[in-house]
């Protein structure tokens, strides 16, 4: 269909006559006369049609609407390149935090050692230059714990500027990198990802607003078709203005070409043809960075995994050293200095190990972010089959979904194919900035997770900002949100508050005007579900601390309906004894003796239990489970103190020495430790892991 421009042009003239028009004509003056003209009114309208011929303008409007979408993939790429820096910045904060453990127990070690020197000494089993060599070591592993406290508070000031906070608004984990869970397997994950990078969608946007261009270009050069139209009224007196014997009508078609232009159009052109040339070079360099960016991880995946697992046995080897030296030393099996230079090895290998397993764990960012992952994926061209997404999946690949998961299906139902106008709440509260789609759908999945509850606020309206945009639906287009519900001032102004608390920046005000919403999101609905996936804070809490109301709570019907919930993962086996089981509920981490035919909750029962293992039953389906703490044996350190070495028990996992006062999993606290058993206190309930066998 050819797109008509139109151009009206409404014209009122009055023209009066001037000295060198005599009424008469000319000569018609006398010498020394004054000549007189007549007053002359008229009124026209004019009209003009060009007729888009050979497609031009439909050429500009498709070129415009591409490189809106470069844009926005260029958004998307600075968008991931934050994300990724803060992640490895993040990571290096929680391994600072592990060096600096391990600094401060190295401290402790050697300050209590010294301590039992001074004791030597005095018994003249020591002598004064030992005790100065044991201080001087002292010293000088406390002269690491300034650089390294240094290193994370600067860290920290970093972190709290990608996320464009005060520091001292940002609350940080006292953690370690092992609270951080990554994927075990990256094998058989398809290149076709590469394609998915912002960068890579950026440079395609531009490759084919390029080719609209030098559509434009190819095109001007052909004639242009030109329809106009005038109808006027002109007369001497005003009063017969609007007589029909005084209309004047004309209609012009014109088909006009630029026969010599000094060759500025075909100039424009081979401008047009070599902006194209130059992108496609630069999208094949493009895709080549991607692809080595992409290897580079994966090679730094590789070799700092297998790193990591040397030095991880070197610094087990190390601590197996400390441990003994002590005995070794006690007896003189060993002198002072190999004792001592066994306690620092063990804390640079423990150091150095760290620093390999801060390397894997960011390669993990960089592998991910190589991909394209961690941003939404964005159609570039739906008619463009070079350009359009896989709609058929390879089932024989593995892949790593970078869409919305399904399980958030229920946001879907929010979205509405019509904009509605609102008029309910006197009261709004808009978060601050703009979204896009997959943002929001983010937010709505986060919010729960940082809220025990977003009452008093009822809904979620998602207003869209765009003005003019082709398609209502585009991936290009931006939302604002607003947070509805409030009936009194005070309860935005409270809410909002509760927001800024943890950084999240709001407005409160009155609408003067209704507006225009493509999205409604009932609280109720979000915290439901948020809930019954088991993501939402409420749900993280014991279940005696949660205050979640009753019909946001899920019913045992409902959640027993889920196909896909692996009822394995409710408990934990702490001990069998006796044919008993005592279980911890991984949800409430409360411990419960469960006897062989003992029911459990989503209608599940004890089946079995012997000395290894018990048998879970769920839906006429089984799980086993074996007990997750295995004392291995009990050991005396060198600050005298005993030691329990404890294993979990799926075989996975590595074992650990354990002092009194620490914790276990679940809430445990171990309150005392001798030659036969552990003796751990979960919530007043006294458990005893003996060594085994």
């Known amino acids: 269909m050819y797109k ?37 009114f008229e009124v026209g309208l004019s009209g003009s049609y060009t007729l888009d011929l050979w497609g031009q303008r439909k050429s500009l409007a498709k070129s415009a609407d591409l490189k809106l979408k470069q844009a926005v993939f260029q958004y998307d790429a600075q968008l991931l390149d934050l994300i990724s820096q803060l992640s ?129 270009a190819r095109k001007a050069l ?30 012009l078609s014109t088909l006009s070409a630029t026969v010599f232009d000094g060759g500025a159009k075909e100039q424009e052109v081979k401008y047009a043809q070599a902006v194209r040339n130059e992108l496609i070079e630069s999208y094949v360099n493009t895709v080549h960075n991607g692809l080595r960016a992409t290897r580079r991880a994966i090679t730094e995946l590789e070799f700092s995994g297998e790193l990591l697992a040397l030095q991880q046995e070197s610094a087990k080897a190390a601590k197996i050293a400390q441990d003994y030296g002590f005995e070794s030393y006690s007896v003189g099996g060993v002198d002072f200095l190999t004792f001592l230079d066994s306690i620092q090895s063990y804390q640079e290998r423990q150091d150095s190990f760290y620093q390999f397993e801060l390397e894997y764990y960011q390669a993990f960012v960089d592998f991910y972010s190589a991909l394209g992952g961690g941003i939404p994926y964005r159609e570039i061209s739906k008619q463009n089959t070079v350009f359009k997404a896989d709609t058929k999946p390879n089932k024989a690949v593995k892949t790593l979904s970078l869409d919305t ?20 709440s006197p009261w709004l509260v808009k978060l601050a900035g703009v979204f896009d789609r997959f943002a929001i759908e983010a937010l709505m999945r986060d919010m729960p997770r940082r809220y025990e509850s977003l009452q008093p606020a009822k809904t979620l309206l998602v207003e869209r900002i765009d003005v003019d945009l082709p398609n209502p639906t585009d991936d290009a287009t931006w939302y604002s949100v607003n947070f509805a519900g409030f009936e009194k001032q005070q309860d935005a ?99 419960q003796k469960v006897p062989v035919g003992g029911t459990l909750d989503r209608q599940g029962k004890l089946k079995h239990a012997d000395a290894n293992k018990v048998i879970l039953s769920f839906q006429n389906k089984d799980y086993i489970l074996r007990p997750m703490y295995l004392v291995e044996n009990i050991e005396k350190g060198i600050d005298g103190q005993m030691l329990a070495r404890i294993r979990w028990g799926r075989g996975k996992d590595d074992a650990n020495y354990h002092r009194v006062g620490e914790r276990l999993y679940g809430g445990g606290l171990i309150k005392t430790i001798d030659a036969s058993q552990v003796s751990v206190d979960w919530k007043g309930t006294q458990i005893s892991l003996p060594v085994m066998d």
């Open 493 to 591: 102004v409270a809410w909002c508050e509760k927001l800024r608390a943890t950084q999240q920046r709001c407005v409160i005000y009155k609408p003067v005007e209704n507006f225009e919403y493509v999205g409604l999101f009932g609280i109720n609905a979000i915290e439901r579900h948020s809930y019954k996936l088991g993501e939402s804070l409420q749900a993280l809490k014991p279940a005696s601390q949660q205050t979640v109301a009753q019909e946001t709570r899920p019913t045992a019907a409902s959640t027993i309906q889920a196909s896909d919930t692996n009822y394995g993962l409710l408990y934990s086996l702490l001990k069998i004894e006796q044919g008993q089981a005592w279980l911890i509920d991984n949800r409430s981490f409360n411990l």
């Open 4 to 40: 008509l421009a139109l151009k009206i042009c409404l014209q009122l003239q009055h023209k009066r006559a001037i000295a060198s028009k005599p009424t008469d004509g000319i000569g018609s003056v006398p010498v020394g006369g004054r000549a007189r003209g007549s007053g002359e």
């Open 405 to 424: 998961d399904s399980k958030y299906s229920y946001l879907q139902a929010g979205w509405l194919d019509k904009p509605k106008n609102f008029t309910e």
């Open 222 to 251: 052909l004639p242009g078709l030109t329809l106009a139209a005038d109808l006027s009224s002109g007369v001497k007196s005003p009063a017969d203005l609007f007589q029909p014997n005084t209309l004047i009508w004309n209609a």
């Open 88 to 216: 490895k910045s993040y990571f290096e904060y929680l391994s600072l935090n592990d060096r600096i453990k391990n600094t401060q127990e190295t401290e402790q070690t050697l300050t209590a050692m010294l301590l039992a020197m001074e004791d030597r000494y005095r018994l003249g089993d020591a002598t004064i230059v030992e005790m100065q060599i044991q201080r001087s070591v002292i010293f000088g592993s406390r002269v690491r714990l300034p650089t390294l406290l240094k290193e994370r508070q600067q860290l920290k000031y970093e972190i709290a500027h990608l996320m464009g906070i005060s520091p001292d608004y940002l609350a940080l984990s006292n953690l370690g990198l092992t609270s951080v869970s990554l994927p075990q397997d990256v094998q058989g994950i398809s290149t076709a990802y590469l394609l998915r990078r912002p960068d890579i969608r950026a440079i395609e946007s531009a490759m084919l607003a390029a080719d609209a261009d030098l559509d434009v």
